[in-house]
């Protein structure tokens, strides 16, 4: 189709404002589906994305639309995923499209996706059309949230429309909307090959399935493709478009959005933010902003068996064949036997990961906690990048450890500004500035956008969960990295029965060394079982012990109190113990129980 009437755009929300459903609304309105097939939420395909509620991958969905000019039209949807995690992807998703859906819920305004959302688009010089979606709510205040997001964003009055996704009130207005506002794309017909890949999955007939939007030229079916980071080459086995199934089509041309079968091996042989482009004649330049995919989060998984390791392996490799930001290296723990050290973008990342090797590879894994990646400037002024505190080489041989911090924006009621600021001070942020998102008096009580700086390593583990708690669950955040900052920084060992139990060691700041020693140490003397003597369990920094408890021996004998009493009381309660030690694991000579492993994670 002629360029000119093609418009490719996205949505963008905070989670939960209505994304997927007006997603359905307009496939359905178009005609993609008819309501029989709808599924709900079509676009979010995995079982475990539709269980969560949320979106991991970006698809896109080709919609025909007939304008009220009598124009065809062909819609590219372009689904983002909806979670901080994921956000590169979502930026690269963003550069596909000429416009975009803002979707706000209109019992709930702006929230820190939302913003973070917005500026994304605004870098990608979108067209941004405000949508106010949930009108049907009892709750809702529409005129409210429309003066909220015009103050915010500036948008005029008649630019806002008013939509109910679940009735479908507004939806063809937002149709019109992006036929009139969206600009159709631009790009040269007759320059070679560049189409930017915004997604990519795996499939085992297929290969790499490189989602792309055609910026220059055109990809025709059968011809032989480059991959400009890696120059990898690939005869394409099929090209098409989502229509909402695949559907196979001669060639894709200039401006248009859809899928190139590559063949190739894994989703990292065709990445996201990359450029394809044609053998020959190939292009000159790539496309700009590609970056490879760097892990945040790290954290040792270990099979609970050791006999699953080498399951594990061909799990994990099987998973990195559609998952180009999953990292994984062999790892020996003293405490926990084999397993492997794994990156990850976030911990959202890290869950999803965990629960498909549960799920669909029958694993039954124990997880460290997790930790972020540290620079360490060595004295003879070499540089290590550390991604486990089991790595943290002596520290009279460390010049200075560096960690990643976070740009964090909040925004809360004004009432609750004290318990944001004083929650992230306890975790060493520094405040920067703060907003009020209305005029006082506009509304009982305004909300307020406050900026922070943050170490990664102190939102990592419950942050969150307890922002929600000290704001009745009002507050929304978003972050992005800004950069490393040097630290005072002090590895943590933990010691059972005089031993150091690698898989226990912490980083963390000096400043918090003392009470997060003392509590782990609390929480390990009520989880690891009396033994048959007495067990110390204690915290070190170097040799110098910080914090220590007992756990005292054990005196009577299990069976003691079945004195006498009959068999199979006996033999069940033998039974219950042995099930027990399965889900133990033994340290020279005490035996600790899985919990322990993570008990770090309610330490904070
Ligand atoms: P993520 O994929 O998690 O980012 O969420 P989303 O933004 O895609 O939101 P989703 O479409 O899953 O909607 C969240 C909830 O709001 C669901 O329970 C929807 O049924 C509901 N919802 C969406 N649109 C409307 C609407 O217009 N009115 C009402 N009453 N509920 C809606």
Known sequence: MNAQHVRNFCII?????????????????????????????????MDLERERGITIKAQAVRLAYKGADGQDYQLNLIDTPG??????????????????????????????????????????????????????????????????????????????????????TGIPEILEAIVQRVPPPTGSPDSPLRALIFDSKYDPYKGAIAYVRIMDGQVPS??????????????????????????????????????IATGLKSVGDAPVGDTVTLANPAAAEPLKGYQPLKPMVFAGLYPADGEDYLDMRVALEKLQLNDAALSFEPENSVALGSGFRCGFLGLLHMDIVQERLEREYDLNLLATSPSVAYEVLMTDGEILQIDSPAHLPDSSRIDEIQEPWLDLSIIAPA?????????????????????????????????????????LAEVLIDFYDNLKASTQGYASMDYSLSGYRSGRLAKVDI?????????????????????????????????????????PVQAAIGRKIIARETIRALRKDVLAKCYGGDVTRKRKLLQKQAEGKKRMKRVGSVEIPQEAFLSILKVS
Request: proline share 4%; aromatic share 6%.
């Open 415 to 455: 009432n609750y500004i004290g318990p944001v600021i004083e929650l992230v001070r306890t975790r060493r942020g520094e405040y920067k500035r703060m907003e009020y998102l209305q005029q006082e008096g506009t509304h009982s009580t305004p909300r307020v956008l406050m900026e922070f700086n943050v170490p």
């Open 13 to 45: 929300a905070h989670i939960d404002h209505g994304k997927s459903t007006l997603a359905d609304r307009l496939m359905q309105q178009t005609g993609a589906v008819d309501e029989r097939e709808m599924v709900e939420q079509l676009l979010d395909s």
């Open 495 to 535: 010691l059972v029965n005089n031993e150091p139990v690698d898989a226990l060691s912490i980083i963390t700041h000096r400043d918090n060394a003392y009470y997060q020693g003392r509590e782990l140490v609390k929480k390990l003397r009520e989880l690891i079982p009396r033994q048959l003597f007495e067990v």
């Open 83 to 168: 979670h901080v995690d994921f956000s590169y992807e979502v930026s690269r998703s963003l550069a596909a499209c000429e416009g975009a859906l803002l979707v706000v819920d209109a019992s709930q305004g702006i929230q820190a996706q939302t913003l973070a959302n917005v500026y994304l688009a605004l870098e990608n010089d979108l067209e941004i059309i405000p949508v106010i979606n949930k009108i049907d709510l009892d709750v809702a205040e529409p005129e409210r949230v429309a003066q909220e997001v015009q103050q915010a964003f500036g948008f005029t009055d008649d630019e806002i429309v008013f939509v109910s996704a679940k009735d479908g």
């Open 222 to 259: 059968g011809s032989r493709v480059k991959i400009m980071s890696n120059g990898s080459e690939s005869d394409v086995l099929e090209v098409g478009v989502f229509a909402p199934a695949p559907t196979s089509i001669e060639r894709l041309s200039v401006g248009e959005v859809g899928y």
